[in-house]
């Protein structure tokens, strides 16, 4: 109950705060900003915008059965198999460890994504073009140094993945956002007049509406960024978990003009701890984006990238993955085969099984906000709520059902309160 | 030969890159930029100018005794206790693995080294003013965000480090550079009207000239920050390594003020491949510092900055910086007796025993680039030069070198031939 309440009196104050990937969380208090310490001219434009924009991480809620979205089961990692992996390259006859790696990643990982890359993803890569990165995070800030001048339109997808958004508004990008359907981003609806320069996507499964972008709208977007000149940044944070075996493969693979940024992540199948991310770039953009990362950082710790490189060379991750995909899978199946039994007309969802949560698009005359105290207070259940995602205001009520985190035994009863608190709405 | 032969004809073009820490290289050439591939408009400025500064990577020469400096030796870390501490956190009860970590670092590691810093550095911080970073670069990366305007002065010392030095460039930094002596960075002569607001100094040990700043400098410096408004970057990548035991304590350790920011790392001390390193922060400057880095990247891996805190906390850290002040203590030691005796007044070089080097001055009517030429063909002996670490061209000749990776029974053989090649030249 105290926690409750301390989360109600803080989201009346504004600090609830949402981070994609990893649920709600409470504000951090002692870390906000307080630039009023710092003198006049101390910080820069640049800073004085990630202030404004960034948003502090907190101690996540403690609900009894928690839709929390984007979190992953570590018991399903084979330790073992991991720990013997990390103790090969952990003996005094490997200097490996002492040295300075490759800014752009450990060679034999990138020549494993690659391999992986084509197969699972149909990404038209070689080696060459992976580049290792600490997470999205770093990629997308690297990519925005290269790309973005103050004042410059990125086209986005709304509802989105407003952790890259607010990195793109640091550097000043002026984010025009067309709203997405069940078909993803809809290309037809970009101004004719429009001079963004860079799109962000994610094509495999809309986050966090979900639904996939059609071929058709995958070939006119590409067509879009050669005429404009412009760039396509693709994220394909969970592509490689779909669950109904018709993987749609990356837009990158059909791009044949050197337009198109991906950007991939083990934090959604491994671990997000492991701090390890790549993409994978047009040959022109290799050179920058090196020199950038050079100065910036040196690259990731060599012994996680030998390790992973192994992982996936000698076969462990295709059964990870497989794995993940049964059991998410069901519990997916668990879910949306609720929501529509108990919940029917009442709910819709993007039908596409992908993916790590859904998002339910609620009755229209449903108070988001208010639906999730009430599920909190009435029955300290877990749910997350739509509208951080979305850029404007003013959106139709929805909320976020993590599944990958929730024990299949707590499904039924979390949609059966769902329902109550609808009716009783 | 044949690897000399390439080495010759790519000095001869210019391709030569040298990286503190790490040796010397040569440069890896199909990853040079070629800005012509990509449209006017692709590029934003800050792209173009991390092209121009950027150096690459590039694979070591091979040599028979290799003066390289920076180098650790990974034959002196205690691997089956590392092995043993990674291996805590690798079970599947363990859950911590799994999650995003704060960006701020993994807190027991902070608190780890906030009492490592005040004890061995006379650090003067709370846990909660350590962050932990992917690498020096990475803070010296955010600082510059918040603080650097373009055109805006920063003070530095020459020779100095010239991948700080071109980072901040990047952004625009005017730098202005104070030639060193063997007390550090001459504070009596910034200009009075001086508008810099930043500083970057290596108080403990010079780099790359070696050498401590004196407590009246030290005091001057602050008080400069203070008067101006300015920050105090201080860079004690080796602090650590002192072996004459009289430890200069930290610059931060006597500022009142909250002018100075810290920056240590593990490279020097454990693996460069670790990939971590601290800052520690006025607390002014933790808000935007923060909010920043959560932007960009969301923290280190968990496991190895678990398995380093413990390292720490359970004294092994103190047992192995004993054993590396001894070995290689000893080290420098029978490389400055060498130099003494064989080439007395011929060179000269700081007194202070500290660091992974010795920069020596060579005779002025030497050729520096020359000498280090005929040192790899005559001898195949690597020596390493000073002139890549000044601003301006035209500096009195000097070689750096290393003795933390030189084997005991190489050292006086080597100072051999390099006597012998300056008595030819």
Redesign the interface.
């Known amino acids: 109950v105290t926690v409750v309440t301390a989360y109600k009196q803080l989201a009346a104050e504004g600090f609830v705060v949402l981070?994609p990937?990893?649920g709600t969380f409470v504000a951090d208090l002692p870390?906000?900003?307080?630039?009023r310490?710092?003198?006049a001219?101390?910080?820069?434009?640049?800073?004085q915008r990630?202030?404004a924009?960034?948003?502090?991480?907190g101690k996540p809620r403690h609900v009894q059965i928690d839709f929390g979205f984007g979190r992953?089961?570590?018991?399903h990692?084979p330790?073992d198999t991991?720990?013997k992996l990390?103790?090969r390259y952990?003996?005094?006859d490997d200097?490996?460890?002492?040295?300075?790696?490759?800014?752009?990643g450990f060679q034999p990982l990138r020549v494993a994504l690659a391999a992986h890359l084509r197969r699972v993803r149909g990404v038209n890569c070689a080696p060459e073009q992976v580049i290792i990165v600490?997470?999205v995070?770093?990629a997308i800030?690297i990519i925005a140094?290269?790309?973005?001048?103050p004042g410059d339109e990125v086209l986005v997808e709304t509802p989105g993945y407003m952790?890259a958004y607010?990195?793109l508004r640091?550097y000043g990008a002026v984010l025009h956002g067309l709203p997405v359907d069940d078909e993803g981003f809809p290309v037809e609806r970009i101004p004719p007049e429009s001079a963004a320069?860079l799109a962000f996507v994610t094509p495999a499964n809309q986050f966090p509406h979900g639904g996939t972008l059609t071929l058709e709208r995958r070939l006119w977007l590409l067509a879009w960024a050669r005429r404009a000149?412009a760039y396509i940044l693709e994220d394909d944070y969970d592509g490689e978990l779909r669950y109904d075996g018709h993987s749609a493969t990356a837009l990158q693979g059909i791009d044949d003009a050197g337009r198109v940024i991906y950007l991939g992540t083990f934090?959604k199948v491994l671990?997000?701890?492991?701090?390890l991310a790549y993409v994978v770039l047009p040959?022109?953009?290799?050179?920058?984006f090196?020199?950038?990362k050079?100065?910036?950082?040196?690259?990731?710790?060599?012994?996680?990238q030998a390790a992973i490189g192994d992982f996936m060379a000698e076969g462990y991750f295709d059964r990870h993955l497989h794995q993940l995909r049964e059991t998410y899978g069901r519990r997916r199946a668990l879910l949306a085969t609720g929501l529509q039994q108990v919940l029917g007309e009442r709910v819709h969802f993007s039908a596409v099984a992908a993916g790590l949560h859904i998002m339910v698009q609620l009755p229209t005359n449903a108070d988001e906000a208010q639906l999730i105290q009430r599920a909190a207070e009435q029955f300290s259940l877990g749910l997350y709520p739509a509208a951080p995602y979305h850029l404007q205001p003013g959106a139709p009520p929805a909320i976020l059902l993590g599944f990958s985190g929730v024990r299949e035994e707590d499904i039924a009863p979390g949609v059966a309160q769902l329902a109550q608190l609808l009716t009783e709405g």
Chains 1, 2 share one sequence.
Not at 53 to 57: F, P, Y
């Open positions: 981070r990937g990893a870390l906000l900003p307080t630039p310490d710092l003198s001219r101390a910080l820069s434009p640049w800073a990630a202030l924009l960034s948003v502090a991480n992953t089961f570590p018991q990692f330790y991991w720990r990390l103790a952990l003996s005094t200097v490996m460890l002492a040295r300075y790696g490759s800014p752009a600490s997470g995070q770093q800030d140094r290269l790309l973005i001048r952790e607010n990195l640091v320069r000149d934090s671990f997000p701890a492991l701090r040959t022109t953009l290799i050179p920058p090196l020199a950038t050079r100065l910036i950082d040196r690259g990731s710790p060599t012994l996680t």
